[in-house]
C-alpha cells in the first residue's frame, strides 16, 4: 500500500486529500518507485487551484527522490535498486510509491542525499535552460531576477555567481534580500517597499537590464518591461501573484525592441536525453559546489496542506521539502 495526495476538485488547501492505493507492477518504458522524499513547487498549487486545470480526480506532486524498485520492458537507464530523483508529469508525486514513465527520471549520484534531490529537481533544472537553454548569456551581462529568496530563486542567485553574471534580485522582505545576498545576488531590492524599476535604473547607472527573469507574474510584468535595456529579453516563467494580462506586440517596440517568450520547464525535459543532459549539469554544478541546495523547511506528507498554505503566503524561503 502506498499514500499519495489527490484532489477530487479544485481549490483551497483543504482539498488535499490523503488516499491509499496498491502500487502496481510497471509497464513497458514505465517503473515503479519508492520515493524518500518530495519536493513542493509553486506548480503543485497552480494544479491545486485549478490555474493549470487537471481531469479530476487527479494526484498531485511533481518531483521526488527514491529508490527503483522495479523497471518495464525497454527501460535501460534504470535498475532495480538505483536511486534516481525526477521532476516529471504526470502529477502524482506526493506519495510513498508510484508507477511512471521512466524517461525523465535519472540516475542520482550517490553525493545528493534523497532530501536534497527532492529539493532541486525541477527549480534546479529550472535555473538550467533559464541560464543555459532560454536566451544566450554572456559573462557581465546583468539579470534582474523576482522573488530571489524563493526554492528557484536562491538556485538563481548561486549559479547566477559561479557563471559570472550580476543578479539584481528582488524578494518581500529585508530578511529574505539578505538571504539572496548571501547566495549570489549583488543587489537585492525589498519590492513591497520600494518601486523596483526606478531602483533597477540607478543600480544600473540608467542602462537597464540584459533579461530580466520572471516568476511573480501580475504584480511584476509591467514594470519589468521599464527595466530592460533596449533589445533587452523578458523571459516570464511563473505567475505567484496571479497570470499576466495580455501583451500589446507595440508594448515591446514601444520600451526598445524588446523580446519576450513565456517558458515551461515541461517542454524542455519532454526530450529523454536533453532532460537527463539537464539533470547531470544540475548535479555537477551542486557536487562541485558551485550551488548549493536550500531547504528552509519540511513538512511532513500528512501536513501537505499547511506546506501548501506558507508557500501561497509567502512564509517559505528557499526550496520546500515532503518528508515521508
Ligand atoms: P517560490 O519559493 O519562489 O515561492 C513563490 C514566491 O513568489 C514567494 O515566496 C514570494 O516571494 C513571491 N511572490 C510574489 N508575489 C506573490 C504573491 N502574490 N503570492 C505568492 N507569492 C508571491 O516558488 P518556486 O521557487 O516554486 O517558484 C517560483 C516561480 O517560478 C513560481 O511562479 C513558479 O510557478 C515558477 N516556476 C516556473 C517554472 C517554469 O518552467 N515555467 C518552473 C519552476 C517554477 P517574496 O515574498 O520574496 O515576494
Given amino acids: 500500500m502506498s499514500r499519495s495526495v489527490i484532489i477530487e476538485q479544485a481549490g483551497g488547501p483543504e482539498q488535499l486529500k490523503l488516499t491509499e492505493a496498491q502500487v502496481g507492477d510497471p509497464g513497458p518504458g514505465e517503473i515503479r518507485i519508492r520515493h524518500k522524499a518530495c519536493g513542493l513547487n509553486y506548480i503543485d498549487i497552480y494544479q491545486r487551484t485549478g490555474l493549470y486545470p487537471l481531469p479530476l480526480p487527479h494526484a498531485l506532486g ?21 536511486r534516481a530523483a525526477y521532476a516529471a508529469v504526470p502529477p ?18 550517490d553525493g545528493i ?35 530571489a529568496a524563493g526554492g528557484v530563486g ?15 534580485g528582488t524578494a518581500g522582505t529585508d530578511a529574505k534580500c539578505k538571504l539572496a545576498l548571501d547566495m549570489g545576488a549583488s543587489h537585492c531590492i525589498n519590492y513591497r517597499e520600494t518601486d523596483f524599476a526606478p531602483e533597477v535604473k540607478k543600480i544600473t547607472g540608467d542602462k537597464g537590464v540584459d533579461i530580466v527573469m520572471d516568476g511573480v507574474g501580475k504584480d511584476t510584468f509591467d514594470a519589468s518591461l521599464d527595466c530592460l535595456k533596449p533589445l533587452g529579453m523578458m523571459i516570464s516563467f511563473g505567475n505567484a501573484s496571479g497570470p499576466v494580462e495580455p501583451v500589446s506586440l507595440l508594448t515591446l517596440a514601444s520600451k526598445g525592441s524588446l523580446k519576450m517568450t513565456r517558458t515551461t520547464l515541461f517542454t524542455f525535459l519532454a526530450d529523454h536525453d536533453r532532460c537527463q543532459a539537464m539533470a547531470k549539469h544540475l548535479f555537477e554544478k551542486v557536487e562541485s559546489g558551485d550551488v548549493k ?21 509567502r512564509e517559505t524561503t528557499g526550496s520546500t521539502v515532503i518528508t515521508l
Fill in 62 to 82: 511533481m518531483e521526488a527522490a527514491g529508490i527503483v524498485e522495479a523497471v518495464g520492458e525497454g527501460v535501460t537507464h534504470l535498475k532495480e535498486g538505483d
Fill in 113 to 147: 542525499s534523497f532530501e536534497e534531490a527532492a529539493s532541486i529537481m525541477l527549480q534546479g533544472m529550472t535555473v538550467e535552460y533559464l541560464f543555459h537553454r532560454t536566451w544566450p548569456l554572456e559573462k557581465g551581462q546583468t539579470v534582474l531576477f523576482h522573488a
Fill in 92 to 109: 502524482g508525486a506526493y506519495a510513498d510509491a508510484r508507477v511512471m514513465p521512466a524517461a525523465q527520471v535519472c540516475p542520482l549520484p
Fill in 154 to 168: 536562491l538556485l538563481a542567485c548561486q549559479w547566477a555567481r559561479s557563471e559570472g553574471i550580476e543578479l539584481i
Fill in 293 to 313: 541546495t536550500n531547504i528552509g523547511q519540511r513538512y511532513k506528507l500528512e501536513d501537505i496542506a499547511e506546506a501548501h498554505r506558507a508557500l501561497e503566503a
